[in-house]
């Protein structure tokens, strides 16, 4: 159940292109695989109510519409997991540095973000309707406000045209998207996390109770992520319990 390749629907400036999608839902039943792009964004959203900043045409920021089947409802967390593949899978195939994915679906370079993704969900009554599944990737910006971000441009040294890491990110979503479909949860569970960041060595976690060094155990069902403390205790978190500080 591939789904086909729109052309994009590129835009010049738009206030989120995840809005724009939810509000395309609203009003209609836009293709599955509709592919939403913009060069500028004036409220670009991130996770955790934070705000996605991006210089105009600098980078990727573009939402996919997608319709769940009704049998993937009960494991929302797998549809992440396989974007976060598809989105990791594609800037692997731009760089030869490793490509590893930070729970819950951050993509990093050398310990830096290169890319984020929001999946916002719409739901009617209790059943899954769509995802707006919306991705940055920094491509050509080399200045950020924070330190721990990173762009393809930075780790190679080269300029790269957004529209063709676009081509290959949405053959790598719709391949990916494709498995999920099909059930094979966990197989995409498997590789997402032979891809995490942090299952191998210790990082320090910022919690509730302060400052933890821990390692990254799993990422359960539900999405809640598992660490197992340098004092060997296991604990769980969702994504507004706890934060990796870089
Ligand atoms: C994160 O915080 O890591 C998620 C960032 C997601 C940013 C993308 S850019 C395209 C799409 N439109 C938005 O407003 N957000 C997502």
């Given at each position: 159940m591939?789904?086909?390749q729109n052309t994009p629907i590129w835009l010049k400036e738009t206030d989120s292109t995840n809005k724009e999608a939810l509000r395309m839902l609203k009003t209609g039943r836009p293709a599955e695989g509709t592919c939403i792009c913009a060069h500028f964004q004036t409220e670009g959203k991130g996770q955790?109510?934070?705000r996605w900043l991006s210089l105009p045409s600098e980078n990727l920021l573009v939402s996919f519409i997608l319709y769940p089947p009704i049998?993937?409802?009960s494991e929302p967390f797998t549809l992440s997991m396989a974007a976060a593949l598809a989105v990791r899978e594609t800037i692997a195939e731009f760089t030869n540095h490793p490509v590893e994915i930070k729970w819950p679906n951050d993509i990093l370079v050398s310990g830096k973000k290169i890319a984020g993704i929001l999946i916002e969900n719409q739901w009617l009554g209790s059943s899954w309707h769509a995802a707006v599944v919306g991705i940055g990737i920094n491509i050509n910006q080399k200045k950020f406000d924070v330190e721990h971000a990173t762009s393809l441009s930075l780790i190679n040294q080269l300029i790269v045209?957004?529209?063709i890491v676009l081509l290959r990110l949405q053959a790598n979503l719709s391949?990916?998207?494709?498995r999920f479909c099909k059930k094979e949860h966990a197989t995409l569970s498997l590789e997402y996390h032979e891809q995490l960041f942090g299952r191998k060595t210790l990082h320090t976690y910022q919690t509730a109770q302060g400052l933890i060094l821990a390692q990254v155990v799993q990422v359960l069902h539900d999405g809640r992520l598992e660490l197992r403390s340098s004092e060997d205790v296991h604990l769980t978190f969702d994504l507004s319990e706890v934060r990796l500080v870089y």
């Open positions: 591939q789904f086909v955790r109510s934070n049998h993937s409802a045209d957004p529209k391949a990916q998207y494709t």
